[in-house]
């Protein structure tokens, strides 16, 4: 098209009255007509050529009209001034002259100018209007835009029938009802929902003997869509052989559950009709979980059970079942709820279940599928991340080779990270290979994703003087074992360098009652400056040890496990002064000994180059006098069992990880923490500490496995820093 140009000035020539509507808040209709018109115009408002806009012009043929009024059209145009101060004028440009054009002093109402338009286009009115919609809706997204469609589409819809059932799947909504104005197949949408937007509904038709001739009823799926809920849709307007349609929301409309609506597809396919493109769409959506279990109702030999699922905050869910499939039918296993889905047997460790094999050596549609020596039908596996959120359905889906999916649901409970894992450990033989992968594969990990939130003191009881901010004071943590504390505290008392010193005693809130009372009586026997501290989310010492030291605002602090005896006295001063000498920069470690007085620690030590580096404890089980007589010395790590620190220090370095199952991990890591942040640990070996045997897993074997999970998830941490550490 040739550039059009309005002139600066135009010679005011007598001008035709034309019909307008207001369509939005800025813009307008207008109908007239003149002898010809392209398709794209610029328009001046209220006569101003500064005051331009480009519009398009939707136009027509009036067959028995002069030649000078051949051509009527509908076109777009900017409001007018609301005080009406302008001419009321609108020039439109053209090639030759322009087009001078007076607005009536005033508009018609929507109803009456459509009305007058039908009259003025007609047969040409359908597509005029879908010309215009089509200008309204395919330019840059525009809420005026769009309410103007809005309006015009409710203005020129006829009724078309009604959404009586709605409910979401996925990205989609099912919807079903009646109409009588389209067929099967792919039908394009504009969905009214507080704005407008398209989308295309796949659909299948039906027979209803409670309507009248003509109408079907309808099902299927709106794809492509901008709504998230059906509760959004207000209207559905679709393009009709004679103009536009619209399906009105039954008042009383059926609103699905997400896990109904496959059911719904499945019923509408077995009554009704569409094309085969449209049909294989709806299947297919018409196989997702629906809350069955069709694992069972497989006609191919392939079973499931699930024997525990539960779900651990934050961090995923772990999921312990079997799954017969002696033909190898099933390609993939992916778990999944609302969105969010993990294919789990990409993640799984398989697991004997002689169990599994006796159950089926039963059943004779099973038994001769039964291989003689393979029973490996059992997994353990852990999903990260994927926690279903409140009323999601949690579930397998089994892809099978040649029927499609198959479905399990699960009832998963809801656990603590480490509880919940230890379980685990009663199910593995610690000596098989088998055990190592569970626990490096699916534990470590899990425990390591786990957001375990730190342990907080609820209430403190001040028993005595106690000086919170005193320059050094002790910490004793005390996980949920039976404890002795008189003897501690005759020790304590006896020693002239700790009776004087504050005392935080930190007690799980589960042996507050018991420990709090024996502990204020011998509080009061001794003369001791004692802070009871009640803590909720003890799982060890070390949370204990933690929740203490926040406790209080001690300048130093000395970290003493409930785990850990008194040997002798003097041991706090001799360790205070280490730590002094190393201008309070460092971890001071006594040694450690065990109750027949081998050494159950003396210096961690980092031994190997490389990826092959790793800190290690180099007297463990030697006599105590392997040692010598042996002053201070720095090593790569301290006892957390019994030492003294500065608590900024500790406090900086986040404390304890939560992401070990042992006290001993978690020292390692609290004593690397600090050494990264310039406080270095230091063993003191002429004072001497026992620690009786932890006890925290009570059977050898889980024990076995949990320090085996927490090397594996120090190792994770820890490997790439500690291959380059000097010492």
């Known amino acids: 098209m040739n550039e059009v140009i309005v002139p600066e000035q135009t010679r005011i020539s007598p001008a035709p009255t034309v019909a307008w509507t207001p369509l939005g808040e800025n813009a307008i209709l207008i109908v007239s007509c003149c002898d010809a018109i392209p398709g794209k115009v610029a328009i001046a408002v209220d006569g101003n050529p500064r005051n331009k806009a480009e519009t398009m012009a939707l136009t027509w043929r009036r067959p028995q009209a002069e030649a000078s009024a051949a051509i009527g059209f509908l076109c777009l145009a900017p409001a007018p001034a609301t005080d009406r101060t302008g001419s009321g004028a609108l020039l439109i440009g053209r090639p030759g002259r322009p087009l001078r054009l007076v607005l009536s002093p005033k508009p018609l109402p929507m109803q009456s100018f459509l009305a007058a338009l039908a009259d003025e286009a007609g047969q040409a009115f359908p597509t005029v209007v879908d010309g215009l919609l089509e200008i309204l809706l395919t330019a840059k997204p525009n809420p005026r835009r769009l309410r103007a469609a809005a309006l015009l589409l409710q203005s020129i819809a006829k009724p078309g029938g009604f959404v009586e059932v709605m409910g979401a799947l996925d990205e989609s909504v099912f919807i079903q009802g009646w109409t009588s104005d389209f067929s099967g197949g792919r039908t394009k949408l504009l969905i009214a929902h507080g704005g407008l937007s398209f989308a295309a509904l796949e659909a299948g038709t039906f027979e209803r003997d409670d309507l009248a001739d003509g109408a079907r009823g309808f099902f299927g799926l709106l794809e492509d869509c901008a709504i998230r809920h059906p509760s959004e849709i207000e209207r559905l307007f679709f393009r009709a052989n004679d103009g536009w349609r619209a399906l009105d929301v039954y008042e009383r409309h059926v609103l699905l559950e997400p896990i109904t609506v496959p059911g719904h597809l499945r019923d509408g396919l077995q009554r009704g009709s569409a094309p085969q493109a449209t049909v294989d769409k709806l299947r297919r959506a018409s196989q997702r979980f629906d809350g069955r279990d069709t694992v069972c109702l497989l006609d191919n ?20 079942g079997w799954l017969f499939d002696p033909d190898r039918h099933v390609s993939a296993v992916t778990l999944r709820s609302g969105s969010q889905s993990c294919v789990i047997d990409r993640l799984w460790t398989r697991v004997s279940r002689p169990d599994v094999v006796a159950a089926f050596a039963e059943d004779p549609r099973f038994a001769h599928m039964l291989g003689s020596r393979r029973n490996s039908y059992g997994f353990i596996v852990f999903a990260p991340k994927l926690v279903p959120e409140p009323g999601q359905p949690l579930y397998l889906e089994f892809e099978i080779e040649g029927s499609g999916p198959a479905f399990l649901p699960l009832e998963a409970g809801r656990g603590q990270a480490r509880r919940t894992l230890e379980r685990v450990f009663g199910l593995l033989d610690p000596r098989s290979s088998t055990a190592t992968s569970v626990v490096e594969r699916q534990i470590a990990p899990a425990l390591q994703a786990a957001e375990i939130p730190p342990p907080r003191v609820i209430e403190t009881f001040d028993l005595g003087a106690f000086k919170a901010d005193a320059p050094l004071g002790l910490v004793i943590g005390l996980d949920h074992r039976q404890r002795e504390l008189s003897s501690l505290f005759a020790l304590l008392a006896i020693d002239p360098e700790v009776k004087p010193v504050p005392i935080v005693l930190a007690v799980p809130g589960e042996s507050f009652d018991r420990i709090g009372a024996e502990a204020r009586r011998l509080a009061r026997f001794y003369g001791l400056s004692i802070r009871l501290a009640l803590v909720d989310g003890v799982e060890d010492a070390c949370d204990a040890l933690e929740a203490g030291a926040r406790a209080c605002r001690f300048q130093t602090v000395a970290l003493l496990s409930g785990s850990a005896q008194i040997r002798m006295p003097g041991w706090l001063g001799r360790l205070e002064r280490a730590f002094r000498a190393r201008g309070g920069q460092c971890v001071a470690s006594p040694t450690l000994l065990f109750e027949d007085n081998s050494i159950r620690w003396a210096g961690a030590w980092m031994e190997g180059e490389g990826p092959n580096r790793r800190v290690f404890n180099r007297f463990v089980g030697y006599p105590l006098d392997a040692i010598g007589n042996l002053g201070p010395m720095e090593v790569a790590a301290g006892a957390t069992e019994c ?33 990264m942040n310039g406080a270095p640990s230091v063993w003191v070996p002429e004072v001497e500490i026992y620690v009786v045997d932890d006890g925290e897993l009570a059977r050898p074997h889980v024990g076995a496995l949990a320090s085996q999970a927490d090397r594996a998830s120090f190792d994770r941490r820890w490997a790439l820093a500690v291959s380059n550490m000097r010492g």
């Open 301 to 320: 030999p392939v079973r499931a059970g699930i024997d525990d699922a539960t779900v651990i905050e934050s961090a995923g869910t772990l999921i312990i």
């Open 643 to 675: 030492c003294v620190l500065s608590r900024a220090a500790f406090i900086e370095a986040g404390g304890f990880a939560r992401n070990y199952f042992t006290t001993a991990e978690k020292g390692l890591d609290l004593c690397l923490k600090l050494r």
